[in-house]
């Protein structure tokens, strides 16, 4: 989609500070961090949002939650807790129309979210 932010950073034509990649997904630091460790995991596949999932992106979709228990191990959060997001419509709060896995740690996080 050559309109849509996060696939300029798959394509590198938009710089973002990768942390993990494979097959199926890239990790890279959010821009406007909510809490000390903030990572969004896309899929490389432009989808944009989880309604929009076919079941042939099973496999995309299962790598995202691999891929953030992974970065956890990774970046030390994994025993401590994290907490990953999925924002579905602009009513959740998603602004970037291409579906995203937000991890975030290294602070408390309040439940219920807001
Ligand atoms: P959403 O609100 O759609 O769930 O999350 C979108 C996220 O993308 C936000 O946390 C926002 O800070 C992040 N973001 C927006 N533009 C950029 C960008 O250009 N680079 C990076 N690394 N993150 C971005
Ligand atoms: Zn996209």
Same mark, same amino acid.
């Given at each position: 989609?050559? !309109?849509?932010?996060?696939c300029?950073?798959?394509?590198?034509?938009?710089?973002?500070?990768?942390? $993990?990649? !494979?097959? *199926?997904?890239?990790?890279? +630091? !959010?821009? +406007?961090?909510?809490?000390?460790? &903030? @990572?969004?995991?896309?899929?490389?596949k &432009?989808?944009? #949002?989880? +309604? !929009?999932?076919?079941? =042939?992106? /099973?496999? #995309?979709?299962?790598?995202?939650?691999?891929?953030?228990?992974? @970065?956890?191990?990774? =970046?030390? /959060?994994?025993d401590?807790? $994290?907490? #990953?997001? /999925? +924002?579905?419509? =602009?009513?959740?709060?998603? #602004? /970037?129309? *291409?579906? &995203?896995? *937000?991890?975030?740690?290294g602070?408390?996080?309040?439940w219920?979210?807001?």
């Open positions: 989609m050559s !309109d849509c932010l996060f300029k950073i798959i394509e590198g034509s938009i710089d973002a500070k990768c942390v $993990y990649e !494979d097959e *199926h997904v890239l990790a890279f +630091n !959010d821009i +406007n961090p909510q809490a000390p460790l &903030h @990572i969004l995991i896309i899929p490389k &432009h989808i944009a #949002t989880i +309604n !929009d999932i076919f079941p =042939e992106d /099973v496999e #995309t979709i299962g790598s995202m939650s691999l891929a953030a228990a992974k @970065i956890a191990e990774q =970046e030390g /959060v994994a401590k807790g $994290y907490r #990953t997001v /999925v +924002n579905c419509g =602009e009513g959740a709060g998603q #602004t /970037v129309f *291409h579906l &995203h896995m *937000h991890i975030l740690a602070r408390s996080l309040a219920p979210p807001g």
